[in-house]
């Protein structure tokens, strides 16, 4: 894949990085490539970070038809850019786009774009203990057409935002809401593809969460409203009677690359790890006994984000005494480690930006 690239005239003033926060600062980069029915991919060009300009009718804002992804770069000490397993993401993207009817992306694209733009934008990627650098892939559908059909022609953008570290001091325990009366998806349904029109089913969710004074959502499954499913932007996973329990990928789960990294090591470390139904009866019966011994749920964003408190209905739990348990903050040291280069990488996770 050729790259055009043209560079800023303007560069922006690095920000403050003990203020980053999440999402808010954009690099002076981005990377877009165009699709079109019979021509394929093509036009992979570095720009400066700029507005797009599309059609009111271009498809995405009528239908939806999008799909992104979620990784980051980290600069460690010894000065080098890693990646965490990008190849995943672009694997993923490619099992979001077929169900989203949107043509497949060459996986060696994916992960040569992702390796040029962070090379451009290198000295974004903060330095501060727990900073990254967000890296934000999506393509949307772009054809000016109100009828309802796939589109033929896409954008793949790939936009940089440098993240401040996701726990300022230590491992916080977050209290999550079981929500009993919405939905995020169904079995058949685009669950487990990463497409906008998930988390706009999740919002009311989220919003109910916060009011109460959660910070987070865990979802039923949509037939029963019985069994675990994920959290807002997380897997999740429980320790019950020493063992490691997470719910089966069953097409309404996000499969989370962290997660599949979670399981890899539990394993590895001797536990004991089922991939199953989880019922909320089962976590409640765990909790009466004193079996259920650790919450915690595994996304990109904080790797590890322990549960100290679990609301279902009137019953509230609380996990560990609200404190993180100790198999949740291993695989945290561990991955973010990983991630830093400070542990060693025996599994091949880390693709060097060179
Ligand atoms: C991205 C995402 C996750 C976590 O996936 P990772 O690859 O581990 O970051 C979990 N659930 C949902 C709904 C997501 O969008």
Redesign the pocket.
């Known amino acids: 894949m050729e790259i055009r690239i043209e560079k800023t005239t303007t560069p922006k003033a690095k920000p403050d990085q003990s203020n980053l926060g999440f999402g808010k600062i954009f690099t002076d980069h981005m990377f877009v490539m165009d699709y079109e029915a019979g021509k394929g991919w093509h036009d992979a060009r570095i720009i400066p970070y700029q507005n797009i300009s599309l059609a009111p009718s271009a498809m995405v804002f009528h239908y939806g038809q999008e799909m992104f992804e979620?990784?980051k770069a980290y600069k460690g000490k010894d000065g080098q850019t890693r990646l965490f397993r990008p190849e995943?993401?672009a694997k993923?993207t490619n099992e979001s786009n077929k169900r989203l009817c949107i043509p497949e992306l060459p996986v060696e694209y994916f992960v040569e774009a992702v390796k040029a733009i962070v090379k451009i934008d290198e000295e974004w990627i903060p330095t501060q203990p727990g900073t990254s650098l967000y890296i934000r892939p999506f393509i949307i559908a772009t054809d000016e057409f109100l009828g309802v059909a796939p589109s033929k022609t896409y954008k793949f953008i790939i936009i940089l935002s440098p993240s401040g570290a996701y726990y300022a001091s230590g491992l916080a325990p977050v209290g999550i809401w079981i929500e009993d009366e919405y939905v995020?998806a169904v079995r058949g349904g685009m669950?487990f593809a990463?497409t906008g029109g998930?988390?706009a089913a999740?919002l009311i969710g989220q919003v109910k969460a916060h009011d109460d004074g959660y910070s987070q959502v865990l979802w039923l499954d949509g037939v029963e409203r019985k069994y675990i499913e994920?959290?807002?932007?997380?897997?999740i996973f429980f320790k019950i009677n020493g063992k490691i329990v997470t719910p089966m990928l069953n097409g309404s789960?996000?499969?989370?690359?962290?997660?599949?990294?979670v399981i890899h090591l539990c394993k590895k470390w001797g536990y004991e790890v089922e991939e199953r139904k989880i019922s909320v009866d089962e976590l409640l019966e765990a909790q009466k006994n004193g079996s259920l011994e650790e919450v915690f749920g595994?996304?990109?964003?904080a790797v590890i984000s322990p549960v100290g408190k679990l609301r279902y209905c009137d019953d509230v739990m609380i996990i560990n005494g609200g404190e993180i348990g100790p198999v949740s903050q291993k695989i945290y040291d561990t991955v973010t480690g990983i991630q830093n280069g400070t542990v060693e990488d025996k599994f091949n996770w880390i693709t060097y930006v060179k």
Not at 230 to 235: D, L
Not at 253 to 261: E, V
Not at 298 to 301: F, I, L, R, S, V
């Open positions: 979620g990784l995943m993401n993923r995020r669950g990463k998930n988390y999740s994920e959290v807002g932007a997380m897997n789960i996000l499969p989370g690359i962290t997660r599949n990294s595994t996304g990109t964003a």
